[in-house]
């Protein structure tokens, strides 16, 4: 391979975030290690200090798994690109696949796709069946998790494999020109809204059951906030997410007729209802500030940029040569890119993650003003005690990791 100004900066790049998220790693260690013999003020009466220091502790189980993650996926993105993995994977498809450069592009796009899960797999596992079963919340059975790996596969190659098709095959038209990546654009986003459209009603359902919210206590409380609020009445379901892991949670989803409110069935359990009635307002706040279109329309603006960049990163040799690929071609280019993107995108994720925390507060500013904000305070103390989160995170970790805002922040606004 040639060594070219590229390659130093690509290094340069992986050296900055691999620093940079190890450092945010050691101090909300040390944050968590400070704080662990005392309960955070204002959370002295609702949590023990025993359930305190087991959330402690499984933060840092969590942060040491991931430190090897870090480390481990830059070796593996090093040997990928500059170990000439990549390029070996290509040489060999091309020869058996001679004339069909989009159909062979598909299949090396999905090869390395499959093999990229398969070195994940182990730290999955790890983190399933070890270290959330050591600290008492896994609830997936071996079965299921096979199964969960099967139809992902499955899916993977249903959906996939036409988009990658259709991408690669929007590439390969010479008379289309150099604007080959607007069409590709128009494709990927019309991609998305079906997604979107189509996950909770169609795809979701394969792995997980769900069931109207049926309390009948519960009923005139919520039909009556969403008389208040303006929301389609039957989008609330319940789900077994004790079928994997007892964290709880709750989430909104879908777009046009297809839009839902999710709650786990592990999040209900030990609520009251106007504890639920809050957590509800919360979700619907999302709703009434449109946040998922909002969401939406920036992932849309980035992936126009993004893919602006690619095509014109495609007409540069330098781009192939220095990240160790001998012959440039479409299929190469965008798995190159989709390898290439997050390292330089990792300096844009706090950005993000402070967008998605003001969406937080928003929601939260709803359900203060449509419930009783005392609720909803109660409501995230349980949520956060059941799911062990730090109530002590690090400042900067927080600002840089956290898409939701801390424990105490979420309270002090509400109060
Ligand atoms: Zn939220």
């Given at each position: ?102 159909l062979?592009?598909t299949i090396?796009v999905l090869?390395?796709m ?41 899916l993977t190659l249903i959906l996939m494999l036409p988009l990658i098709y259709a ?249």
């Open positions: 391979m040639e060594f070219n100004l590229f390659t130093f900066v690509f290094l340069l790049a992986i050296l900055t975030s691999v620093l940079a998220l190890l450092w945010l790693n050691f101090r909300q260690d040390k944050a968590i290690n400070n704080s662990f013999n005392a309960v955070p003020e204002g959370f002295i009466e609702s949590i023990k200090l025993e359930d305190h220091q087991k959330a402690g502790n499984y933060t840092k189980a969590k942060l040491l798994l991931n430190h090897f993650e870090i480390i481990f996926s830059t070796i593996v993105l090093l040997i990928w690109t500059l170990g000439g993995v990549m390029d070996s994977i290509d040489s060999y498809w091309s020869q058996i696949i001679l004339d069909d450069d989009v062979m592009g090396f090869s390395i499959l093999i990229a899960s398969l070195i994940d797999l182990p730290f999955s596992i790890y983190r399933t069946f070890v270290l959330e079963q050591k600290f008492g919340f896994n609830r997936i059975t071996i079965k299921t998790f096979v199964g969960d790996l099967l139809k992902e596969i499955l991408i690669l095959f929007l590439m390969n038209i010479k008379s289309i020109g150099s604007y080959w990546w607007i069409y590709v654009w128009v494709i990927i986003s019309l991609f998305s809204i079906i997604m979107m459209w189509v996950y909770p009603s169609y795809i979701a359902p394969i792995f997980n059951k769900f069931n109207p919210l049926d309390n009948e206590s519960l009923k005139s409380r919520i039909t009556n906030l969403l008389n208040r609020t303006g929301f389609g009445s039957d989008g609330i379901y319940v789900m077994d997410g004790s079928k994997r892991s007892s964290h709880g949670n709750a989430y909104f989803t879908g777009i046009g007729k297809n839009k839902r409110i999710v709650f786990f069935d592990t999040l209900l359990k030990g609520m009251e209802d106007k504890e639920i009635e809050a957590i509800l307002a919360h979700e619907l706040g999302h709703f009434h500030h449109r946040h998922t279109q909002k969401r939406m329309l920036s992932s849309f603006i980035l992936s126009f940029i993004s893919l602006a960049i690619l095509g014109y990163l495609i007409t540069q040799p330098w781009f192939f040569n220095g990240l160790g690929v001998t012959k440039s071609s479409p299929h190469a280019a965008l798995i190159l890119f989709s390898l290439v993107l997050p390292v330089f995108s990792f300096f844009i994720t706090p950005f993000s993650n402070l967008a998605s925390r003001k969406h937080e507060f928003q929601a939260d500013a709803f359900a203060a003003s449509h419930t009783d904000a005392n609720d909803l305070i109660s409501s995230l103390i349980k949520l956060y005690k059941e799911n062990s989160s730090s109530l002590s995170p690090d400042k900067y970790y927080s600002a840089f990791h956290d898409s939701h805002p801390s424990a105490v922040l979420r309270i002090e606004r509400l109060q």
